[in-house]
């Protein structure tokens, strides 16, 4: 019993020190592994790379460094001189100049809208952008001015930043007078030839109450976008005027004038495109998509007229213009009153209004679309009834005697 006793005496004087010396042992131990020196396999020693070697951030994006990642970004204003969005489409001259510009060196265009110039000025300095593709007066002396230029006085012109002068160098080879004459021509023709499609009747058999050769699929799908099936088809005539070819020069196509980019969203093969049910299969699904950016206004009849709106002129612009309508004391959620600026946003007070998000729109055309397809719709339910429309059964329209008229027998 002693002996057990002074073992464990001896275990809880000796202990401690036992601990004591095994860590001075550890710490020994990590001071020399510490000392050792280990390389990489590119040779500089691990622990001791310079700070100086470390890449430095820079905002200078050259003309190589744009044309190896394969996108020149645009800073520029919203308006119908320089951006604005077409159905999907870039318009504006200043845009159609500088994506002439890109196209040139082989890269894509971004486009970044900007509430004002001085916007621009700083964002080109971040390096959030490549360009001002804007005529900007000449008083900044941080700025490289250079290319398209507004008057032969070179007064206002593009912009780059400061020590980009390989950009500059090559905007200035690019750019000649000429060239704004031919953007101007291009623009004046696109905005003239809007769809390449033959006419029909809008109504093919009155006194039968049928509307069109494809009256059935209007009346399969109109389930899909919770639509009269006469709404459908005055809205088909209003795109194609029943012409399953047509084709407009931003390349919407088929009988809803579906683009092929949405048609990609909507699982529509580009190959099917131009086919009458596909392309109405699509067109009702991607207005029960729109549907759902206006879930907010609680009246059906209403919202059908802001779906037909944001079908034809972006759903991104209504929003704008029920931003506007409420901050000026309108109802957002009644068309009429949404209406007045959907045309206001052609006007630079409006379509710089800082409630305004996307800028200018071709609001007229947006305002006489909807107008119409209200218009033609009233005559439909007049007249057109279901179940009168088996495309098996229809007589095929032909030529009238007026030009590029077509009638039933």
């Known amino acids: 019993m002693a002996k057990i006793i002074v073992v464990m005496h001896s275990r809880s004087v000796f202990q401690p020190i036992s601990a004591v010396l095994f860590c001075l042992i550890l710490l020994l131990g990590s001071c020399q592994k510490s000392q050792r020196t280990e390389v990489t396999p590119f040779g500089t020693t691990v622990g001791e790379e310079s700070v100086a070697e470390t890449p430095v951030a820079t905002n200078d994006f050259t003309l190589s460094d744009i044309m190896a990642n394969g996108e020149l970004i645009m800073l520029t204003l919203s308006g119908p001189e320089t951006y604005y969005d077409y159905h999907g489409r870039g318009m504006g001259t200043q845009f159609l100049l500088c994506e002439n510009f890109a196209h040139s060196i082989g890269v894509s265009l971004r486009v970044e809208l900007c509430q004002d110039t001085a916007e621009m000025v700083r964002k080109l300095q971040n390096g959030e952008g490549d360009i001002i593709a804007f005529p900007l007066e000449k008083n900044d002396s941080d700025l490289i001015y250079c290319g398209y230029s507004k008057d032969s006085l070179n007064s206002e012109q593009w912009a780059v930043r400061e020590g980009n002068t390989e950009l500059a160098d090559t905007l200035n080879r690019w750019f000649r007078p000429e060239l704004l004459a031919e953007i101007k021509k291009e623009e004046t023709l696109m905005a003239t030839n809007t769809v390449k499609r033959k006419v029909y009747s809008p109504m093919l058999s009155r006194s039968g109450g049928v509307i069109s050769r494809f009256d059935a699929l209007f009346q399969k799908y109109a389930a899909t976008a919770r639509w009269d099936w006469r709404l459908l088809a005055a809205q088909c005539y209003q795109e194609s005027a029943f012409d399953p070819k047509a084709r407009s020069w931003v390349g919407a196509c088929g009988l809803m004038q579906i683009m092929p980019a949405t048609a990609t969203d909507l699982g529509l093969a580009h190959a099917q495109i131009y086919e009458p049910e596909p392309n109405i299969a699509a067109a009702a699904k991607y207005i029960r998509q729109l549907t759902e950016h206006f879930h907010d ?107 590029n008229k077509y009638k039933v027998n």
Request: aromatic share 14%; hydrophobic share 35%; charged share 25%.
């Open 297 to 403: 206004i609680v009246d059906s009849n209403e919202r059908r007229y802001f779906v037909l709106a944001a079908y034809n002129g972006g759903w991104f612009h209504i929003r704008d213009a029920m931003a506007l309508a409420q901050k000026h004391g309108k109802n957002p959620h009644r068309w009429n009153d949404v209406a007045e600026f959907v045309l206001a946003l052609s006007k630079p007070e409006y379509y710089r209004d800082p409630v305004v998000k996307r800028g200018y729109m071709r609001g007229s055309e947006t305002y006489n679309y909807v107008a119409s397809i209200r218009n033609r719709y009233a005559q439909y339910r007049g007249f057109a009834r279901p179940g009168n429309s088996d495309l098996g059964t229809v007589a095929t329209p032909h030529r009238a005697k007026r030009k």
